[in-house]
């Protein structure tokens, strides 16, 4: 079993889906993405979950996301399951989920915890860069759904902080002021930071958040 790590290289692969057989580094393309594992089909937090994805998948849109869900049931339990998700939770599923029945996939991403359980996924979420490196992991437990409005959150983050040469502090929300990371002088954020910024401490300097 290999071990995922921030900053690592996201394993590409091929697998079969509700939407047909896909490349994972196809599907994405050059825009970020989202990978979430499900431990089973027919659970009833995976279900809101998947619900939820769907309701989501505008807020993703709009950030250049593409989502991609895996569980380690086959595609005939998924399309059973995807009509449950749409009738209980009032939506459609627009995205692909991964049939992983031999674990392949699971194991590849490191989505197997032994010691949490033998054969289900914990719920692991990865968030992958245009250039196909992993930003971002949370794994909950099989017993905890995820909070879709913290992803939208992280995601805000890591673009901004991608680009510009800042960091958010606890609790930010997109349009709240950023700290400038260490690294910049105060000389250079003059030119960097044309908004202005506010020293607090030599290394604590706010800075309204910049245009994308």
């Known amino acids: 079993m290999s071990t995922i790590r921030l900053g690592d290289v996201a394993p590409n692969f091929s697998a079969q889906t509700t939407e047909g057989k896909i490349d ?5 393309g050059e825009g970020w993405g989202i ?3 499900h431990p089973a089909d027919y659970t009833p937090v995976c279900t809101t979950e998947l619900g939820t994805t769907a309701k989501y998948k505008n807020e993703f849109e709009k950030r250049n996301v593409k989502v991609l869900a895996l569980s380690v049931d086959g595609l005939e339990s998924h399309k059973g399951w ?4 749409n009738e209980t939770q009032n939506t459609e599923v627009n995205f692909p989920i991964i049939a992983d029945e031999d674990k392949t996939i699971s194991f590849l991403y490191d989505m197997i915890h032994p010691n949490a359980s033998a054969t289900a996924t914990v719920r692991s979420v990865y968030v992958i860069g245009p250039d196909k490196t992993v930003k971002l992991i949370i794994t909950y437990p099989a017993s905890t759904g995820r909070n879709f409005d913290e992803l939208l ?8 902080t991608a680009y510009h040469k800042v960091a958010t502090p606890a609790n930010w929300k997109s349009g709240e002021d950023v700290v400038i990371t260490p690294v910049v002088s105060n000389e250079d954020a003059k030119e960097l930071f044309p908004k202005g910024f506010k020293e607090i401490k030599p290394y604590l300097r706010l ?3 910049p245009e994308n």
């Open 82 to 85: 995807v009509k449950d998700i």
């Open 153 to 160: 959150r992280v995601i805000d983050s890591l673009q901004l």
């Open 207 to 209: 800075t309204p958040q």
């Open 35 to 37: 990978l979430f594992s």
């Open 24 to 28: 994972f580094y196809e599907y994405l």
